[in-house]
């Protein structure tokens, strides 16, 4: 007895001295993690900025000190930090140029990689240079990189070049292997969203619009390399039939790059334009030390708010502080009404990529929006998409903006309604009975589907919420709701044809965005400052308890890839509002 509660103490006296250890370091990690973020680099004379194309990237980086500590971050770029680090560089006279290292890098969007080469375009402009390199180019980086002076490339190395091609997945075959089956309501000839549930292959009309878009983003990309690259748009899209079997050597020869160099010789080549020797050091920042420089604002002048607003259109966040990004209903009309009542704010950048989803909390967000417009200027930079439920919460701003390549519109609104009849009693062998005392008691019932008349009722409900939606955007716009209805459908419209139809004003990045809210609020000095504020390491440990299965989720996404989308909809279905405005579930553009 005596051996054992020896042996027990020594052990629980072991837990707690390695629980105290841990406890320290973990102290210390933290205490050095709050030095780095609030120290602020030096940029020495003749500097470089290191741009590098790795990993995801969504519209803002957002970090998680619990991945930090355990070194499971995931490689996430945010947007918001490369623009920024764009121009910071470029208002940094010790700064001289950047050099791109391309890798396996994943945007969100095209518009993200259009928003990221005119930022560089400018750079340029400036007098500056960029040098971009990688072992193998893919059409996203490559697309970016060609706005470079120099366009290096592994001798061993290939450029992905080939064209975009949509693929959405269609699950109605899986489910109906469980015995699972939609009941759609829906209003719009394009609303193509449901079909993923519905259908087995696109539809004509669907068809007819992802080929619009995909055809009018190529011609876009082939646009903006031809001119880089001093090549006709005609044989630049013909070398997409042949690219992928090109040796490197015929790459220079049809100038799709400058120079074929190992990884090792880059350095000389930057060492050559900053004019030192080849024995000196090259002075580097990375993208966190750029994140770290004081921005140009000068904190004079009032204030212009940029809130950014992407993911999924929720009613509220299902999760803790490090859920994945989405656009919460509750918290977003909280967020604007205290831009609203801040007398410091004189106007609001509302930046939005989403592609939609629930159609209550999306008018819920339209209407704080309308009452913030009533105090102060409201202009929307649309990023990726702001389409569906995306646009509806945009529709009643001042001004709009979107890229060229933004996928806007899909005005419509659809209700699915899982039918598990088929699973539960086929499958499952369960039997039920009811009584009622209304006609319409058991409606939702999970025993059976709908009948004729309570999908009439659903068919009625859905037609209502998209006379509602025509409404809002017609009185946001200023147009006809025989316009609006003209234009609408559920019809998805690259941002270039969205200007035609006035579904946006202008076309433009964040940039442009800020300028037209600082000018509608007469404002002649200004600074800028992003909302929502991203949480510190101390509000994240607070939040620890409603932070789970955020690593688990990060896991299955590196494991998944491009399949973790569909797997993470089915099992989070039953958490969507049944009325969604919103465009297709899934856009794969490749």
């Known amino acids: 007895m005596k051996d054992f509660l020896k042996y027990t103490l020594a052990t629980v006296t072991g837990i707690i001295a390695v629980s105290a ?24 004379d003749n500097s470089v900025f290191v741009l590098s194309l790795s990993g995801a990237m969504q519209e803002r980086s957002e970090d998680d000190v ?22 910071k560089a470029k208002d940094d006279d010790n700064i001289k140029g950047i050099y791109i290292e391309a890798g396996m890098f994943v945007p969100d969007s095209p518009a993200s990689t259009q928003a990221i080469r005119k930022q560089l375009a400018d750079f340029k402009e400036s007098g500056k240079w960029i040098v971009a390199y990688a072992d193998a180019y893919t059409q996203s980086t490559y697309y970016i990189c060609s706005v470079a002076d120099k366009v290096l490339l592994n001798p061993q190395g290939v450029v ?66 031809a001119q880089s690259r001093k090549l006709s748009k005609q044989r630049l899209d013909a070398y997409a039939d042949s690219m992928v079997t090109l040796a490197a050597e015929e790459l220079v020869k049809m100038k799709m790059v400058d120079k074929l160099v190992y990884a090792s010789d880059v ?3 930057i060492k050559r334009l900053l004019g030192i020797d080849a024995d000196r050091k090259i002075n580097q920042l990375t993208l966190a030390d750029m994140k770290n420089l004081p921005g140009a604002d000068n904190g004079k002048g009032g ?33 604007l009404e205290k831009l609203a009542d801040d007398d410091d704010v004189k106007a609001v950048v509302l930046r939005v990529n989403s592609g939609g989803g629930s159609a209550y909390a999306s008018e819920q967000i339209w209407h704080a929006v309308t009452k913030l417009r009533e105090r102060k200027p409201v202009v929307v930079s649309m990023g990726g998409m702001a389409a569906s439920g995306g646009y509806y919460l945009s529709c009643a701003a001042n001004y709009i903006y979107a890229e060229p390549t933004t996928l806007t519109g899909s005005i419509g609104i659809f209700g699915m309604f899982p039918d598990f009849s088929g699973l539960l009693t086929d499958k499952l062998g369960i039997k039920f009975d009811e009584v009622t005392t209304n006609k319409h008691s058991a409606f939702g019932t ?97 939040a620890v308890s409603s932070a789970n299965g955020n690593y688990l989720d990060e896991q299955l996404r590196q494991t998944l890839g491009e399949y973790y989308a569909p797997f993470k909809l089915i099992k989070d279905i039953n958490r969507h509002n049944a009325i969604q405005a919103r465009m297709p579930y899934m856009i794969t553009i490749k």
């Open 160 to 225: 992905d070049w080939r064209g975009l091609a949509a693929q959405p997945i269609f699950l109605k075959d899986l489910m109906a292997k469980f015995g699972v089956k939609m009941q759609l309501a829906k209003v719009g000839k394009y609303k193509s969203a449901p079909e993923m549930f519905t259908a087995d292959k696109m539809s004509g009309p669907n068809r007819e619009r992802v080929a619009a878009y995909i055809n009018g983003i190529w011609d876009t990309m082939l646009t903006d390399v």
């Open 21 to 44: 250890v841990m406890m320290f370091l973990g102290i210390i990690s933290l205490i050095g993690m709050l030095a780095s973020e609030q120290s602020k680099p030096k940029v020495k």
């Open 303 to 335: 204030e212009v708010a940029v809130y950014y607003a992407y993911g999924d259109v929720v009613d509220t966040n299902p999760g803790g502080i490090n859920t994945e990004a989405c656009i919460a209903g509750d918290k977003v009309c909280s967020d």
């Open 446 to 542: 999970m025993a059976r589907p709908f009948n004729a008349e309570e999908m009439a009722y659903l068919n009625a409900y859905i037609d209502r919420g998209y006379r509602l939606f025509i409404k809002r955007v017609a009185e946001g716009r200023k147009m006809s709701t025989a316009n609006v209805d003209s234009i609408a459908q559920g019809r998805v419209w690259l941002g270039s044809d969205a200007l035609k139809v006035k579904l946006v004003d202008g076309l433009g990045g964040i940039d442009d965005a800020v300028a037209k809210a600082a000018e509608l609020a007469k404002l002649t000095d200004y600074n800028t400052a992003a909302y929502p504020a991203q949480p510190t390491w101390m509000e994240q440990i607070m």
């Open 66 to 87: 619990f991945s930090q500590i355990t070194g499971n971050a995931p490689a996430v770029v945010g947007l918001e930090d490369v623009l920024n680090s764009i121009r």
């Open 267 to 269: 350095k000389g080549e």
